[in-house]
Every structure is written in C-alpha cells, then in structure tokens.
C-alpha cells in the first residue's frame, strides 16, 4: 500500500514483523536509527527498540479494531515517531522542554531523510497529545497516541520495577 492508496483494514495474518520489513526497512537501516539504537527513551529501552514496540502495536491495534488504515504511513509513522536523534536524558539546555519540542524536532528530521507524507506527519507532530495542545487528526494518528501512551507507561514501570529491585537486592548484602 503506498501513499494515496485507499484505507482499508490490515489483514490479520500480517504480522507486525512482516509489515515493519515491508513497509520500513529503509528506516530501520538508516544512520539516524543508529543513533535511536544508542539513546534511551524509557528505562534502559532504547528509543529504537521503544519505536518498534509502539509499531508493532499500533498494527496490533489496527488489527484488532479492523479500522481501515494506511498500512505502510502505519508504519512509518509509528517507526518515526520518536526519531529526534539525541539522548533528552543528557543534561543539556535544548532538552528541558523535551516533551514539548520532540514531536516537531522528529517530524522535521523524518521529512528530511525519509520524505514522509501528510498522514505520517500528523502522526508524529501530534503523538504526544494532549502534552502538546493540537490533537491527531487523523486514524493513523490516533492509533499511535494510543499505542505509544500504553508501551511508555509499561517501558516506563518495567524501568521502575528493575531499579527496586536494584535497591531492594543492595539492602540484603
């Protein structure tokens, strides 16, 4: 399915590793996924393997809801969500407001090494609401909102969870 093409339901034998090869291996072989691979989103999840994590439900999502999507801006979209290229965890000032600025800082780079369309930048700019104010507009986009609040907060408590019982195991000896 490419851009233009008509939304239609992704079929269910699909699976997310079949649609992430087919429809993003470009990106997932490029020099700023190199970068995504060494900086960390949540935890000690890369934003890498969290950009997979989120994609892999988004399609999940789509497939479960059977809501007729652009498979391959899906795809792209959710791969590029995150794709900022910095650690924001580095003290340094332009990360302060990280949460805020990241969407649009990933949209700009993804137009320029991969020349997403209008859906995988509705996706990106709008990933983040209602942190940032302007909500998706379109189904793409929602369902990446969605995905990617659901795989944060696990990345999030898995990171929280190995750091107790860090503490926990230090207390013993």
């Known amino acids: ?3 233009g093409d008509a939304r239609l339901p992704i079929q269910r034998e699909a699976t997310p590793t079949e649609l992430i090869a087919r429809h993003g291996e470009d990106i997932l072989a490029s020099a700023g996924m190199d970068v995504e691979r060494h900086c960390i989103q949540h935890g000690t999840t890369s934003v890498c393997a969290h950009s997979l994590a989120v994609t892999r439900a988004c399609v999940r999502m789509a497939q479960a809801t059977r809501l007729p999507v652009d498979e391959r801006a899906l795809v792209r979209g959710a791969l590029l969500h995150d794709y900022f290229l910095y650690d ?25 090494d991969f020349g997403i369309g209008p859906v995988e930048q ?48 230090r207390g013993r000896a």
């Open 122 to 169: 509705n996706m990106v700019r709008h990933h983040m609401f209602p942190l940032t104010p302007t909500p998706p507009t379109c189904r793409e986009a929602v369902i990446l909102c969605v995905a990617d609040k659901v795989v944060a907060t696990r990345e999030t408590a898995q990171g929280i969870a190995l750091k107790v019982e860090a503490l926990a195991g």
């Open 88 to 112: 924001w965890h580095v003290s340094d000032p332009s990360h302060r407001l990280h949460g805020f600025t990241h969407p649009g800082t990933a949209c700009s780079n993804a137009v320029r």
């Open 1 to 3: 399915m490419g851009h």
